[in-house]
T-cell receptor, first 113, second 113 residues
Framework: AQSVTQLDSQVPVFEEAPVELRCNYSSSVSVYLFWYVQYPNQGLQLLLKYLSGSTLVKGINGFEAEFNKSQTSFHLRKPSVHISDTAEYFCAVSNRGSYIPTFGRGTSLIVHP | DTAVSQTPKYLVTQMGNDKSIKCEQNLGHDTMYWYKQDSKKFLKIMFSYNNKELIINETVPNRFSPKSPDKAHLNLHINSLELGDSAVYFC????????????FGPGTRLTVT
């Protein structure tokens, strides 16, 4: 079975500061990894994904994440956040060939002016 | 054009009633999903259909019944609604064969009084 742990339920940060949202996973087989963003009263949309290849993945809105197999982590980073980045962020993992995704409990990013 | 649409957006009803939520995707995907997001933002998969066939049925009360008339539609019918069913329900679609990114609808906020 796979699982996802998002270590921080809430991350407050000032505008233009860097941010890192942490995600750790466990799985006995190779995985796909994803970060989704949910803006208030909206559905989730994909920020970025790791399927294979380069461990540094770049996504939309200036976000990037690094897959670290030895630490079983997939942390999300942005060098300079905007007020508009305030949202809920979900890490998700799936085993290759599986239809069953597992989502973390989400991290609320709150950007202050 | 809306990729994944759900109706209604809001649904307020009394305990014991039966209600349906409709979902349609125009992305040509073979796989569709229903998720439940509780008040703490925890996202849990309920069902998945691939080409109109049920492939995932997580531990969900049998009061919940998905129906897929064709691969572009996956409706969710709920019988004998209970207070604990209050949540936001998301429909999503994705490519078949293996888990890749999913495209989420805007959600239906169900409130049972």
């Amino acid at each position: 079975a796979q699982s996802v742990t998002q270590l921080d339920s809430q991350v407050p940060v000032f505008e233009e500061a860097p941010v890192e949202l942490r995600c750790n996973y466990s799985s006995s087989v190779s995985v796909y990894l994803f970060w989704y963003v949910q803006y208030p009263n909206q559905g989730l949309q994909l920020l970025l994904k790791y399927l294979s290849g380069s461990t540094l993945v770049k996504g939309i809105n200036g976000f990037e994440a690094e897959f670290n197999k030895s630490q079983t982590s997939f942390h999300l980073r942005k060098p300079s956040v905007h007020i508009s980045d305030t949202a809920e962020y979900f890490c998700a993992v799936s085993n290759r060939g599986s239809y069953i995704p597992t989502f973390g409990r989400g991290t609320s990013l709150i950007v202050h002016p | 054009d809306t990729a994944v649409s759900q109706t209604p957006k809001y649904l307020v009803t009394q305990m014991g009633n039966d209600k349906s939520i409709k979902c349609e995707q125009n992305l040509g995907h073979d796989t569709m999903y229903w998720y439940k997001q509780d008040s703490k933002k925890f996202l849990k998969i309920m069902f998945s259909y691939n080409n109109k066939e049920l492939i995932i049925n997580e531990t969900v009360p049998n009061r919940f019944s998905p129906k897929s008339p064709d691969k572009a539609h996956l409706n969710l019918h709920i019988n004998s609604l209970e207070l604990g069913d209050s949540a936001v329900y998301f429909c999503a679609s994705g490519l078949a064969g293996s888990f890749d990114e999913q495209y989420f609808g805007p959600g239906t906020r169900l409130t049972v009084t």
